[in-house]
Every structure is written in structure tokens, then in C-alpha cells.
């Protein structure tokens, strides 16, 4: 039985490029993100913002 904090697991590796400024490299990312970026959202809010899909 899983726990309380509970890790999300892929069965494939995605990456989203990020510029040293914080800007993301693409302009679209169809891959789900981890919900568990909102907490940094200072850190990838530009990354959050074009992201379609959170699980």
C-alpha cells in the first residue's frame, strides 16, 4: 500500500530545455509535467505556463 508522498514514475524520459535565465528553449510541451514544480513556482513559471498536462 503507498504511502502518504507518493512519487509519480514514467515509463519514458522526457526533458524541457531551460535557458540559464529560466526561459524554456521550446515554445510547447505535450508531456505531462509533475504537479510537485508548482510548489517552485517562481523557478518554472514560464515552464508551468506552457505546460498542457500536470499528473
Known amino acids: 500500500m503507498p ?3 507518493m512519487t509519480p514514475r514514467f515509463d519514458s524520459n522526457n526533458v524541457v530545455l531551460i535557458e540559464d535565465n529560466g526561459n ?5 510541451i505535450k508531456t505531462p509535467i ?4 508548482r510548489r517552485h513556482d517562481g523557478e518554472f513559471s ?10
Open 24 to 28: 524554456p528553449v521550446g515554445t510547447r
Open 46 to 55: 514560464k515552464v508551468l505556463a506552457i505546460a498542457q498536462n500536470f499528473v
Open 3 to 5: 504511502g502518504a508522498s
Open 34 to 37: 509533475p504537479t510537485s514544480l
